[in-house]
Nanobody, 123 residues
C-alpha cells in the first residue's frame, strides 16, 4: 500500500502564494504518476496537475496552467504543488493522489489518496 500525507494548506490573500507538500511512503514510486486534485463545496473533485515519478513529465489543468507548478523530490519521496497568483476561485480542499497510470487525469484512475488540506483564498 501507499500512504500519502498532505500539508501546507492555509489562508492567503488573492495574488499570494502557497506551497503544498505530499509525503509518500510504503512503496517505491518509479512506475507511478502523482496527481493533485481539488474539491470546493458543492462541486465535483477536479484534476489540477500530474507528474510522472520517472522523468518528471508534467501536465496541468487549463485553469491553473501558468500559475501552478508541480514537482517532486525523489530523495524525500515528496511531491509539491507551488501555487502562485492565487485567486478566490482556487479555494478548495486539495488532495494528493497516486496511480500507476502515467497519463491519468481523472479521479477514478487514482487508487491512493491523501486526507486533503484546505486552501482558502480571500479577496
Amino acid at each position: 500500500q501507499v500512504q500519502l500525507v498532505e500539508s501546507g494548506g492555509g489562508l492567503v490573500q488573492a495574488g499570494g502564494s502557497l506551497r503544498l507538500s505530499c509525503a509518500a511512503s510504503g512503496r517505491t514510486f518509479s512506475s507511478y504518476a502523482m496527481g493533485w486534485f481539488r474539491q470546493a463545496p458543492g462541486k465535483e473533485r477536479e484534476f489540477v496537475a500530474r507528474i510522472r515519478w520517472s522523468g518528471g513529465s508534467t501536465y496541468y489543468a487549463d485553469s491553473v496552467k501558468g500559475r501552478f507548478t508541480i514537482s517532486r523530490d525523489t530523495a524525500k519521496n515528496t511531491v509539491y504543488l507551488q501555487m502562485n497568483s492565487l485567486k478566490p476561485e482556487d479555494t478548495a480542499v486539495y488532495y494528493c493522489a497516486a496511480t500507476r497510470r502515467w497519463m491519468a487525469t481523472t479521479t477514478y484512475e487514482y487508487e491512493y489518496w491523501g486526507q486533503g488540506t484546505q486552501v482558502t483564498v480571500s479577496s
